[in-house]
């Protein structure tokens, strides 16, 4: 069985050659331009994508199996997702609920949240003590190297 990641759900038909509009689940999920099947979440059908579209609510996806609007609704508020390599790394969302490592390997918190600043990211870190600890995630300050989360610098408090 494979490994999945939710990517998102499709809100509703938007031609009657059964396109759908893609509500995405992360952020930033440019990445999706390049999937070309994604699975039901629950029942595990892999569907192909046939095109893939960025719009401003999200992609309109035309699925190869689904040709009209009738059997494209089946198809809306359903979860859908991709194998965790397809989005590993791809998108800043998914170090969310991870573990915050020092050099040592030492377990220092976890990521709780991640907002965007006009240059970089920041992660809200919760301590393993309890308290709050925020991060940017640039080169100076952590590792992202696969998969995993590791401080390069400290706070010194």
């Known amino acids: 069985m494979k490994n999945l990641r939710t990517i998102g759900y ?11 509009l893609f509500s995405p689940e992360l952020k930033d999920s440019e990445f999706l331009l390049d999937i070309k099947t994604i ?3 629950e ?16 992609f ?5 199996e689904v040709n009209d609007s009738k059997t494209a609704s089946f198809f ?3 979860i ?6 397809k989005v590993e790394g791809k998108s800043i969302d998914t170090f969310i609920g991870k573990s915050v490592m020092d050099l040592t390997g030492k377990v220092k918190g976890t990521v709780k949240s991640i907002s965007k600043t006009p240059s ?10 309890g308290g709050i600890h925020f991060v940017p995630l640039t080169d100076d300050f952590v590792s992202m ?8 610098k400290e706070d010194e408090t």
């Open 10 to 20: 499709f809100t509703r038909v938007i031609r009657q050659d059964g396109t759908l």
């Open 39 to 41: 699975s039901h979440a």
């Open 43 to 58: 029942f595990l059908t892999e569907w192909t994508v046939e095109t893939i579209k960025k719009v401003s609510k999200g």
């Open 60 to 64: 309109h996806i035309k699925l190869k």
């Open 76 to 78: 809306i508020n359903e």
């Open 80 to 85: 859908f997702a991709v194998p965790v390599e």
């Open 120 to 129: 970089y990211h920041i992660a809200e870190i919760e301590k393993s003590d």
């Open 145 to 152: 190297d696969s998969g995993k989360i590791i401080l390069l």
